[in-house]
Structures are given as structure tokens and as C-alpha cells.
């Protein structure tokens, strides 16, 4: 399974952007999905996860509300909508297959990882 994220950018504080993760290679439509972040110098965080039918979502605490993960198994793809953004959220951002059909917040549970794409938010 090869995973492309892609929707990054530069963004002023309290903007959106939108996320997309596309599979290709073999269907993800029976596995739950994730996104990470990992910002400079620090380690990779669970950001959300959404089940194999896309029924039940998961979200960090630091992005419950603002946030909103979805999929279209039609299209093998993911979604991660991110509202009100603040510099905080400014790193790197990674979608994952979950090894199971449902939610997961450990990184052991994902085993693929597409390559990333930067989200940068200014103050």
C-alpha cells in the first residue's frame, strides 16, 4: 500500500486547510485510518483516527472541535479538515493505515505511512 498525503501549506492563524491522504496499490477501505503530526524537534503525536466505515472518530485533545477526519472508500482516500488553526499545529503531517478496522491512537497499531505534507501556521 503507498500512501500520498497532500493539502499542506502556509496558513494565518484561525485559517483551514484541508488534507487529503490517496492509497494506492491495494484498497484501505476495510481499515482504519490515522493522522500524526510531528513537529520540529519533537516526537511523532496521534492526531485522529477514523474506523474502516468511517462510524466512529477518535481526536487528540489539542484538536477535538477544530478538527474533522473523514473518508470516501470509493476513492480509497481520507480526509483530515482542520478549522481555527493555530501555530501549534504547525508540523508535519502523516496519514496511516491501521493494521485493524478500527480506531487507534499507538503508532504500533499503524504499519503504512505516507511521506508527509508541511503545515505551517502563522501568528
Known amino acids: 500500500v503507498q500512501l500520498q498525503a497532500s493539502g499542506g501549506g502556509l496558513v494565518q492563524a484561525g485559517g483551514s486547510l484541508r488534507l487529503s491522504c490517496v492509497a494506492s496499490g491495494r484498497t484501505i477501505s476495510n481499515n482504519g485510518m490515522g493522522w500524526f503530526r510531528q513537529a520540529a524537534g519533537k516526537e511523532r503525536e496521534f492526531v485522529a483516527a477514523i474506523s474502516w466505515n468511517g462510524v466512529n472518530t477518535v481526536y487528540a485533545d489539542s484538536v477535538k472541535g477544530r478538527f474533522t477526519m473523514s473518508r470516501d472508500n470509493a476513492k480509497n482516500l481520507v480526509y483530515l479538515q482542520m478549522n481555527s488553526l493555530k501555530p501549534e499545529d504547525t508540523a508535519v503531517y502523516y496519514c496511516?493505515?491501521?493494521?485493524?478496522?478500527?480506531?487507534?491512537?499507538?503508532?504500533?497499531?499503524?504499519?503504512?505511512w505516507g511521506q508527509g505534507t508541511q503545515v505551517t501556521v502563522s501568528s
Open positions: 496511516a493505515r491501521n493494521r485493524h478496522s478500527s480506531t487507534a491512537t499507538m503508532r504500533e497499531s499503524y504499519d503504512y
